[in-house]
C-alpha cells in the first residue's frame, strides 16, 4: 500500500514562493505518476500538475509558467515549486501516487494560504 504524505504548506504573501514535498512510502511498488491536486473551499478539487517516471509533466492553465513539479524516482519523492502566488491559490493541496496498475494512493494534504 502506497502512503503519500506532504510537507510544506503554510501562509505567504502574494508573489511569494513555497515549496510542497510528497514521500511515497511503503513496500513492494513501483510507481508511476505522482502529482498534486488541490481544493479550495466551496470548490471541487482540481488537477494541478502531475509527472510520470520519465519526466513528462502536465499542468492547469491556470498555474502554467508559475508552478514547476519535479520528482526524485529514487526516493519516490515529489515537489511542487510554486512562484509568483496569488490570493486564489489558496487551498488544501493533495499530493497522488499512481502505481503501474493505476491504483491511486492520496495523501491527506497541506493547506496553502495566500493573503493579498
Known amino acids: 500500500q502506497v502512503q503519500p504524505v506532504e510537507s510544506g504548506g503554510g501562509s505567504v504573501q502574494a508573489g511569494g514562493s513555497l515549496r510542497l514535498s510528497c514521500a511515497a512510502s511503503g513496500s513492494g511498488f513501483n510507481i508511476n505518476v505522482m502529482g498534486w491536486y488541490r481544493q479550495a473551499p466551496g470548490k471541487q478539487r482540481e488537477l494541478v500538475a502531475v509527472?510520470?517516471?520519465?519526466?513528462?509533466?502536465n499542468y492547469a492553465d491556470s498555474v502554467k509558467g508559475r508552478f514547476t513539479i519535479s520528482r526524485d524516482n529514487a526516493e519516490n519523492t515529489a515537489y511542487l515549486q510554486m512562484n509568483s502566488l496569488k490570493p486564489e491559490d489558496t487551498a488544501a493541496y493533495y499530493c497522488?501516487?499512481?502505481?503501474?496498475?493505476?491504483?491511486?494512493?492520496w495523501g491527506r494534504g497541506t493547506q496553502v494560504i495566500v493573503s493579498s
Open positions: 497522488i501516487a499512481d502505481d503501474i496498475w493505476g491504483r491511486r494512493s
Open positions: 509527472i510520470i517516471t520519465r519526466g513528462n509533466t
